[in-house]
């Protein structure tokens, strides 16, 4: 992962110092210089650096975050390929300062652009982008992936109501009891039965989403669930459909979701960090003193979750199986996954508690 993060980050922080200077007559040569380092892209690395990209420009934070997390990023070779180019990383850091003053929907332009390879779309962009931002249309947080509001949480009246008895006898002990206990309570978990919870056992996509659905208490929408493989008159229909009209999932393409299938721990990440951001926590949170290269397997991270695995773990939302494990790609356990939820949970209780002061 330290090559991939190398090579996609020389070629945006090239390409954002040029682009960024580009109306102050910067020459057509230096701009083609770079615009052909991401068209020698393989489709490999700039799936990986889009997914990067996405979650840095989300918002002011994530463009800071950026600028902080280049010694990360870039090892001592590649910081001095950018220097033979004449460029510090200091030169990087003011000229990444610029894109502060692009919209939201200026930025998401940008990246589809990269991802598009199209080279002229960025060129126009570039000439027009932060010169006719409004209130409220700057470098903020976006609402949720694909527009629209979540629905308020009940959180509170969650709280507000008795406890519920928890008589799991498999969890003492365990790592994740304090979580799966805390939850239980709160009926957003629920046992193999009343006396089992089994947390060390895997969960489907399809179990998952109704943690989130009991958390977030999303509703529905009269639009149609494109996904063939989700019946009506399956028990996890109204859950995965609430999910997909609030643009929290996607599918694992445009017809399928796969709800039998387990779910992964980099598919729980991205699925809770995209609610984060929607919802303009992810950047009110503290970093933590971790990256993602501190695991051994961070290479084995999907080029579509390199953004939120990498996130997820700055900002201690998802911890690796082991001190040098992060198994992106394995199976999440119900214990993780009662860990995750919980931090979700706390995190949407507070804001809305801050919102009711």
Not at 24 to 48: G, H, N, P, R
Not at 60 to 85: A, M
Not at 88 to 106: A, F, I, N, Y
């Amino acid at each position: 992962m330290k090559r991939r993060f190398s090579i996609l980050l020389i070629a945006i922080l090239l390409m954002t110092t040029i682009l960024s200077s580009f109306s102050l007559a910067i020459s057509d040569k230096a701009l083609e210089v770079a615009l052909e380092i991401f068209v020698q892209l393989d489709e490999d690395t700039k799936e990986f650096g889009v997914s990067l990209l996405r979650s840095y420009l989300r918002g002011d934070r994530g463009i800071d975050d950026l600028k902080n997390d280049l010694p990360i990023l870039l090892s001592s070779d590649q910081v001095k390929k950018l220097e033979s180019l004449g460029y510090s990383l200091d030169d990087v850091r003011s000229e990444l300062d610029r894109l502060k003053s692009w919209s939201q929907s200026e930025r998401d332009q940008l990246i589809n652009y990269i991802e598009e390879g199209d080279t002229a779309g960025i060129k126009k962009l570039v000439k027009s982008a932060g010169k006719s931002t409004s209130p409220g249309t700057g470098g903020g947080s976006p609402g949720p992936v694909g527009g629209g509001d979540l629905p308020a949480e009940g959180n509170n009246e969650l709280e507000k109501e008795e406890p519920l008895e928890v008589l799991f006898t498999d969890i003492k002990g365990h790592k994740h009891e304090e979580a799966i206990y805390y939850l239980a309570q709160r009926g957003i978990i629920k046992g193999k039965n009343e006396k089992i919870y089994d947390p060390d056992g895997k969960l489907t996509r399809a179990e998952y989403m109704a943690l989130i659905d009991r958390v977030l208490e999303l509703k529905p929408t009269e639009e149609a669930l494109p996904f063939e493989d989700v019946s009506p008159d399956s028990w996890y229909y109204e859950y995965i459909k609430a999910a997909y009209d609030n643009k929290i999932i996607n599918g694992t393409s445009k017809t399928s979701f796969e709800p039998d299938n387990k779910v992964t721990r980099e598919q729980m990440v991205a699925i809770v960090m995209r609610i984060l951001r929607s919802k303009d926590i992810i950047y009110h949170l503290e970093r933590l003193n971790r990256d993602i290269m501190m695991y051994e397997d961070a290479e084995e991270v999907s080029n579509w979750a390199a953004g939120d695995m990498f996130d997820a773990v700055k900002y201690g939302i998802i911890e690796g199986r082991t001190d040098s494990k992060l198994c992106p790609r394995e199976n999440a356990t119900r214990g993780e996954a009662a860990d995750i939820i919980k931090i979700l949970y706390d995190l949407t209780k507070e804001q809305n508690n801050k919102g009711e002061e």
